[in-house]
């Protein structure tokens, strides 16, 4: 069995391949070349914290992926020292079972959350997007961040977050990283990270709407990566009316995420107004943004389908990079 750490999956997964990995992912969930059940939820009362079991098979045109990932959501972790989110990724042989790799599953989170709003915006956003904003200074952003950057030539970038400190911190660390533009600003309100904004991520645990609709330019595209459960919410049922939403997965979407379940139970809009899935576009199935004027969203509960198909192409590459360590198993 291979054992990748953080770093190994870090330089096994670039984020111009973890992108086209989404795509493909995507591709097969929407043309039924994946088996992936809703994932089970495991609470944990004693320390406040959930455990969540997602399996997946993959038969792409090219490729078969077999996997699950254990993500644990433990609140009480940062005040020990420890990550939040700790995370495992386990890689069978697609042709006979058997366990050949074990991953850390956090970071390959991160990338395939970031690559997974990649995907979006080279789907979806305007061609000649220069300005992109992010909301949540926190891992996630940080990959959204580099993913726009991988899939359109960002000049400028914005970074707004509850805690000025955090996005201080964020914007000190991103600027000219790998792809990632150095012209990056940290706003001082919502209006401001997205007044001038051709590409919005946000990566938030908002109950409520991150930024003001009528704030918002024509033309823009969302990728949203939060509110990925029924009560959370980043951006506002007004925005979701005038938008043409696309998701990652529709069953899994309106059974978990806030931004579009609260405004389907007011009786704002119902399932039709979810265009469609992106692996439809990626199909060539649905047509994604078709004017300049559109405004386009994105929402990704996350699906398992996802690492699967970014843990084989991480493990790939660590085989040929000869980079983790061999145990027997």
């Not at 660390?173 to 991520?201: L, Y």
């Amino acid at each position: 069995m291979l054992l990748l750490t953080a770093e190994d999956v870090r330089k096994a997964l670039p984020m111009n391949e973890a992108i086209e990995a989404m795509k493909s992912a995507y591709a097969a969930l929407s043309n039924g070349r994946a088996v992936v059940p809703l994932r089970t939820r495991l609470p944990i009362p004693n320390s406040e914290a959930l455990s969540l079991f997602m399996p997946a098979y993959v038969h792409s045109a090219d490729s078969q992926a077999l996997a699950i990932k254990v993500v644990s959501l433990f609140p009480t972790n940062p005040a020990r020292g420890l990550a939040y989110i700790q995370a495992a990724v386990l890689v069978f042989d697609p042709e006979t079972g058997r366990a050949i790799a074990l991953l850390e599953g956090s970071s390959l989170t991160a990338i395939r959350t970031g690559a997974a709003g990649g995907a979006a915006i080279d789907l979806l956003a305007r061609k000649d997007s220069k300005v992109a904003t992010i909301f949540g200074a926190g891992a996630q952003g940080r990959t959204q961040l580099e993913a726009a950057c991988t899939a359109r030539e960002i000049e400028t970038a914005f970074i707004f977050d509850a805690d000025s400190d955090k996005a201080s911190a964020f914007a000190k660390e991103m600027k000219g990283k790998s792809t990632i533009t150095k012209d990056i600003h940290v706003a001082s309100s919502a209006r401001e990270a997205i007044e001038n904004a051709d590409i919005i991520c946000t990566a938030t645990t908002s109950t409520q709407p991150v930024f003001d609709d009528k704030d918002l330019k024509a033309g823009t595209h969302i990728s949203a990566v939060g509110s990925y459960t029924p009560d959370m919410q980043e951006v506002s049922a007004e925005t979701l009316q005038r938008a043409k939403i696309f998701v990652d997965s529709r069953s899994a979407s309106l059974e978990e995420a806030g931004d579009l379940i609260q405004p389907i139970r007011a009786g704002l809009f119902d399932e039709s107004h979810i265009c469609g899935e992106l692996g439809e576009v990626v199909l060539g199935i649905k047509s994604g943004r078709q004017s300049q004027e559109e405004i386009t969203y994105f929402k990704s509960v996350g699906i398992a389908v996802q690492d699967a198909m970014a843990a084989q192409v991480a493990l790939d590459n660590a085989r040929k990079m000869d980079i983790g360590r061999e145990v027997d198993f």
